[in-house]
């Protein structure tokens, strides 16, 4: 089945502790994306990345970094910089067609991050 | 910039009675528009997207939504709500031509009521 891979579902991180998300993609998808939800906030962008080896920061980059080396995978990094890391992580990708991104997003399962 | 607005946190009705779910966008270029549907613990799915096509856009499980450039706005109805429809919603909003600049409203969590 082709989908969005999330892993680990659930994840808990101590302080001064660096912890990261994987995401990976079988849908041949070009763009990849992660949010983070709160509740009553809704879901905020941290990162995308259109190709291999470029991303871009979205409006809450502080705190996380991330990486494209392949494709297929677009980890997250949740460093101690980041102070209130607790909350749902969820990755999407998308497709490129004809020069624009499909404006579909198809999304993981997420993992939810808590601090010990 | 693009964003939306959500009214209402919390909508509960009563199995088979009408749904709606309000959302206004602000965009300083003509918008594109979805609702995203999520269930517990899970990933979100599309249930509709508007794309300067039709104003009245009919998405998957009997959900549709009327974009009404005059109001801002792109609410999101079902005629009869059923049981399985429980879940939160999310309007989203993305500018022409960066497709990848998607942004989510806050969520409206839909309870049905037996």
């Known amino acids: 089945d082709g989908g969005i891979t999330q892993s680990p579902k659930y994840l808990f991180r101590k302080e001064g502790q660096n912890v990261t998300l994987s995401c990976e993609q079988n849908l041949n998808h070009d763009a990849m994306y992660w949010y983070r939800q709160d509740p009553g906030q809704g879901l905020r962008l941290i990162y995308y990345s259109q190709i291999v080896n470029d991303f871009q920061k979205g409006d809450i980059a502080e705190g996380y970094s991330v990486s494209r080396e392949k494709k297929e995978s677009f980890p997250l990094t949740v460093t101690s910089a980041q102070k209130n890391p607790t909350a749902f992580y969820l990755c999407?990708?998308?497709?490129?067609?004809?020069?624009?991104?499909?404006?579909?997003?198809?999304f993981g399962s997420g993992t939810q991050l808590s601090v010990l | 910039a693009q964003s939306v607005t959500q009214l209402g946190s919390h909508v509960s009705v009563s199995e088979g009675a009408l749904v709606l779910l309000r959302c206004n966008y602000s965009s300083s270029v003509p918008p594109y528009l979805f609702w995203y549907v999520q269930y517990p613990n899970q990933g979100l799915q599309l249930l509709l997207k508007?794309?300067?096509?039709?104003?009245l856009v009919k998405g998957i499980n009997g959900f549709e939504a009327e974009f009404k450039k005059s109001e801002t706005s792109f609410h999101l109805t079902k005629p009869s709500a059923h049981m399985s429809d429980a879940a939160e919603y999310f309007c989203a909003v993305s500018g022409v031509p960066v497709r990848n600049d998607m942004r989510f409203g806050a969520g409206t969590r839909l309870t049905v009521k037996p």
């Open positions: 508007y794309t300067s096509a039709a104003t």
């Open positions: 999407a990708s998308s497709i490129l067609t004809g020069g624009v991104f499909n404006e579909k997003l198809f």
